[in-house]
T-cell receptor, first 111, second 113 residues
Framework: DAKTTQPPSMDCAEGRAANLPCNHSTISGNEYVYWYRQIHSQGPQYIIHGLKNNETNEMASLIITEDRKSSTLILPHATLRDTAVYYCIVRVDNYGQNFVFGPGTRLSVLP | AAGVIQSPRHLIKEKRETATLKCYPIPRHDTVYWYQQGPGQDPQFLISFYEKMQSDKGSIPDRFSAQQFSDYHSELNMSSLELGDSALYFC????????????FGNGTRLTVT
């Protein structure tokens, strides 16, 4: 699976949009981009995933560049509860194949 | 909606003892994954099962074994426990078909003393 690069930490003001970047310059054509987050000591939580089109759900939006070498997770109105470690993972969609976590971005939402 | 259930939530064992962790996947999910997360570390993949067969293997020690049963629940068996085995153990499940992401349980915190 392709390696990803994320900034180790970011701050965001409460109520503002949080834009979390991820670089995956060696991504292959059949690899998807997944985003998970982990709030302190809880199980990782699935947020969103996509292949090449932008995606949106009730939690976030995922913007993937046209060349697919990078993506951005957008939390439109960050709250204090969004403080967590966010993981960008690139993976072929095969059953049983694992997700590789780390290192991720520690997002701190500030009041 | 039903989630992944793990038991027990907390477990305290002594060195050289054995431990068994259980995972009940989301109904109709046929794939189960186990992860280990040490203090201050990212989750590390241990092993996964699809339709009761091992499908992928990560950094699982030889002292550990796991299996998936006919009802799709899974158990992680750990023997000759060491202090370094103290960690959070997460189980996740997914559907093999379609673009199904992994859904994680809230983990079992194992403390080895």
């Amino acid at each position: 699976d392709a390696k990803t690069t994320q900034p180790p930490s970011m701050d965001c003001a409460e109520g503002r949009a949080a834009n979390l970047p991820c670089n995956h310059s060696t991504i292959s054509g059949n690899e998807y981009v997944y985003w998970y987050r982990q709030i302190h000591s809880q199980g990782p939580q699935y947020i969103i995933h996509g292949l090449k089109n932008n995606e949106t759900n009730e939690m976030a939006s995922l913007i993937i560049t046209e060349d697919r070498k990078s993506s951005t997770l957008i939390l439109p109105h960050a709250t204090l509860r969004d403080t967590a470690v966010y993981y960008c993972i690139v993976r072929v969609d095969n059953y049983g194949q694992n997700f590789v976590f780390g290192p991720g971005t520690r997002l701190s939402v500030l009041p | 909606a039903a989630g992944v259930i793990q038991s027990p939530r907390h477990l305290i064992k002594e060195k050289r003892e054995t431990a068994t962790l259980k995972c009940y996947p989301i109904p109709r999910h046929d794939t189960v994954y186990w992860y280990q997360q040490g203090p201050g570390q990212d989750p590390q993949f241990l092993i996964s099962f699809y339709e009761k067969m091992q499908s992928d293997k990560g950094s699982i020690p030889d002292r550990f074994s796991a299996q998936q049963f006919s009802d799709y629940h899974s158990e992680l068996n750990m023997s000759s426990l060491e202090l370094g085995d103290s960690a959070l153990y997460f189980c996740a499940s997914s559907l093999s078909r379609g673009l199904s992401p992994l859904h994680f349980g809230n983990g079992t915190r194992l403390t080895v003393t």
